[in-house]
């Protein structure tokens, strides 16, 4: 009983910024949402890894965000998010929200955002 809602997608211009937001909503006291990330999948292409941030705030990236995203969560409202920063055309794509959690009835999994899509054009 896990959804994760994502928030933030829009079209912005090149060079432009969008923050994007997961909130985790897991229906059950015991749990616990460990690493939390983001992936993208453009058209024609493979779903791939953006960032994560573990639960103690460790984070990562790929190369080709460094500097330029930045990947943050609050545990107390189980909320992921990733401000992007100097978008560029070629990041259009929809984003998707990732989390491994544990529930004390199902064990761990990840589960999945629906996706936002991010428009970057001018």
């Known amino acids: 009983q896990v959804q994760l809602v994502e928030s933030g997608g829009g079209l912005v211009q090149p060079g432009g910024s969008l923050r994007l937001s997961c909130a985790a909503s897991?229906?059950?006291?015991?749990?616990?949402?460990?690493?939390m990330g983001w992936f993208r999948q453009a058209p024609g292409k493979q779903r791939e890894w953006v960032a994560n941030?573990?639960?103690?705030?460790?984070?990562n990236y790929r190369d080709f965000v460094q500097g330029r995203f930045t990947i943050s969560r609050d545990n107390a409202k189980n909320t992921v998010y990733l401000q992007m920063n100097s978008l560029k055309p070629e990041e259009t794509a929809v984003y998707y929200c990732?989390?491994?959690?544990?529930?004390?009835?199902?064990?761990?999994?990840?589960?999945w955002g629906q996706g936002t899509q991010v428009t970057v054009s001018s």
């Open positions: 897991v229906r059950g006291s015991l749990f616990n949402v460990n690493n």
């Open positions: 990732n989390a491994n959690i544990w529930e004390r009835l199902a064990g761990v999994n990840d589960y």
């Open positions: 941030i573990h639960r103690d705030g460790i984070t």
